[in-house]
């Protein structure tokens, strides 16, 4: 890192950049832009036309090669498509910059046991874009936690052609992967699943059974091909039954005020902060460079997340071995 921007109370702004311009690129561009805690140094993608639109829209610079960014700024978003993550996420970290990857970290345990080498090897900062970590119902929740044992999540949203590079398993069920590890805070003892693809190549729609060493059973559902866009999870855990809807950012907590035939209900609507979730992202991002404390969805647990995502499509695999379907009329299997 360039000067001591980083360091705790140095009243100089952290100096930001943004590295793939897409959907995701654009959104965080736009946060950036809206914090008085940083100063937008500029974007950068491989499509320059894009990164000069989008560094027009936002008053900043459009860098021409990844190199120009040493020195010029103190910590990166990479939000380029996953296969490039390792690569662009490393060559940041080697020129100093601290870096924010968007999820998933990478496309293999092997890429991202690389970023969290060179993080540590060039004492970065790196941080891991599980955005709904963030989202105000999770935040009201986690206190309140206790034992869960049981859990089912719904991730269903309709067909856009976003993150068609991988599978939903790893555009939107790892959201919720991290978020069970996160509260659970046990390790998976089994994970059982199924899923296919409908639109794409890719499987786009999946379901997984995971079982935790304490005993708690999560059913996670994610869907890419929905009629309808659903982001809830419910769970149980003694006398009580809680409820979250990441889309409204709410949270509602049903605790058994007197149990038997004739039981009664207590309803309380759990206190949330009114933030947007990928604004919390990038100030606990920022804060991070600037302490130079850890962050909660640090390179560690974002790797964890990846890995329980490669052990559910590994079953997904076995799954459709077993299985063998037959093609539909007219489809030739030869050429998928």
Sequence with gaps: MSGNSGQAGDPRKIRVAVVGTGEFGRNHVRVYREMGSVELAGVFDRDGARATTIAQEFATRAFNRLEELRGAVDAATVA????????????????????????????????????????SRHARILQVGHVERFNPAVLAVEPIVSRPLFFEVHRLGVFT????????????????????????????????????????????????????????????????????????????????????????????RIGVKRPGPQPEFAFEKLAAPSVEPLRGELEAFVEAVRTRVSPKTDGTSGRAALELASAVMTSIREHAARVQPVAPSGVDKTKR
Excluded: W
């Excluded at 970290?105 to 970023?115: N, Y």
């Excluded at 006398?239 to 709410?250: G, K, P, V």
């Design 161 to 252: 052609p976003r993150s068609l590079d991988v599978d939903v398993i790893y555009d939107l069920m790892i959201h919720d992967l991290d978020i069970l590890l996160a509260l659970v805070k046990e390790r998976v003892t089994e994970v059982k699943a199924v899923g296919i693809p409908v639109l794409t190549d890719k499987v786009d729609i999946a379901h997984a059974r995971l079982e935790f060493a304490g005993g708690a059973v999560a059913n996670v559902t994610a869907s890419r091909v929905s009629t309808e866009r659903v982001r809830k999870m419910r769970f149980f855990q003694r006398h009580e039954y809680i409820s979250l809807d990441y889309a409204r950012r709410d949270a509602l």
């Design 80 to 119: 380029v498509p996953t296969v490039a993550h390792a690569e662009v996420g490393c060559r940041l970290m080697e020129m100093g910059i601290d870096v924010l990857v968007e999820k998933p970290m990478a496309s293999t345990l092997a890429e991202a046991d690389a970023l969290l080498d060179a993080a």
